[in-house]
């Protein structure tokens, strides 16, 4: 009978445990204290581990005891906080349920834990509170684990110990020379280039090759003067450019052939400035400047007077025209 009897004290002081109000916090057991005998058991995934390692520490909830409550953890600090002396924890304790046929077979708290010393640890036990829907709360205490922490062990035997040594330097290879010169020499290369491309840009000039010789003054104005046959504009009642394009076109001759700067001359102006030069050039006699007023009176009538000219007086002005430069051509003496 005295063993019975003890045996209902015990289960009454189990049954009689001191609720927990919610707004209270359960710290953590420290380590050295021996759990209640009512602690249930939790375990490591492995119970030694390297310095520096991570292992989980798992505590399941006995079954059903979920059931109709709400599942509270201690509070914790910010990560990361020593668990106990020599012991961290990198996460909050966290909670995990199987489920299988809609009906939840186990819960699982577990916290991921470390540590950077070697030794022999015995971790704290951990609480968890099960809110019930009346308001009381019961304490589910899990008993903590011994966690072994191992050195990387070192063979003695073998091991010799040497100083720091200096930075090493490798010999500059072949390979790598030429690789610099040539970087060098194609960064040149882009520098010579485009200070070519500028230069002969503002030139006007192709970037490559020599630039095609200009024609003499004569075989530019004849040119000209071939193309305006073709376009017969005064067939089209466009005397005005017909007679602007073979004025500008003996402006642009003069310009070449005695330097007078006739673009910005009238036609009076030119012909003062051919008489000028009739002492120098032998070819500027009487008929060929009577043949260019001709020429000219007839184009400023048809540029300013309004003035229409007949189709047989547009013919003779431009073949004027080829008769001034066919007869003033300067004849240069060959080497």
Not at 22 to 46: C, M, Y
Not at 65 to 71: A, F, G, K, V
Not at 228 to 236: A, F, M, Y
Request: some cysteine.
């Amino acid at each position: 009978m005295p063993r019975f009897r003890l045996y209902g004290l015990i289960l009454t002081l189990l049954l009689l445990c001191p609720l927990v109000s919610p707004a209270q916090q359960r710290p953590v057991t420290t380590a050295g204290q021996q759990p209640p005998a009512a602690a249930l058991e939790s375990v490591l995934e492995k119970d030694s581990i390297l310095i520096g390692d991570q292992v989980w520490w798992n505590m399941f909830l006995p079954k059903d005891s979920w059931i109709n409550t709400e599942i509270e953890a201690a509070a914790f600090p910010e990560l990361p906080f020593n668990i106990t002396e020599g012991v961290e924890a990198l996460s909050q304790l966290k909670l995990d349920s199987l489920v299988r046929k809609r009906r939840v077979e186990s819960i699982r708290a577990r916290i991921l834990i470390t540590s950077f010393d070697s030794g022999s640890y015995s971790l704290p036990h951990m609480p968890l509170y099960l809110k019930r829907e009346d308001g009381t709360i019961d304490t589910l205490l899990f008993q903590g684990p011994d966690l072994y922490v191992n050195t990387i062990p070192i063979d003695t035997t073998s091991f010799e110990p040497y100083g720091i040594k200096p930075q090493m330097r490798y010999p500059i290879t072949w390979a790598e020379v030429l690789s610099l010169v040539a970087a060098i020499l194609v960064l040149a290369a882009a520098i010579l280039l485009t200070v070519r491309i500028v230069k002969r840009r503002r030139e006007n000039l192709p970037v490559f090759g020599n630039p095609d010789p200009e024609d003499p003054p004569h075989i530019a104005a004849l040119k000209v003067f071939t193309a305006i046959k073709k376009q017969e504009l005064w067939k089209k009642q466009k005397a005005k450019p017909y007679y602007t394009l073979i004025t500008d076109t003996l402006r642009l001759y003069l310009k070449g052939r005695w330097g007078i700067q006739a673009m910005e001359q009238t036609s009076a102006e030119m012909l003062a400035s051919l008489q000028a030069q009739q002492d120098n050039d032998t070819l500027l006699t009487k008929e060929v400047l009577d043949t260019l007023s001709s020429m000219l009176t007839i184009g400023d009538l048809a540029k300013f007077a309004k003035y229409v000219p007949s189709e047989s007086e547009n013919i003779t002005a431009l073949d004027q025209a080829i008769y001034f430069v066919t007869h003033t051509v300067e004849v240069r003496s060959e080497e």
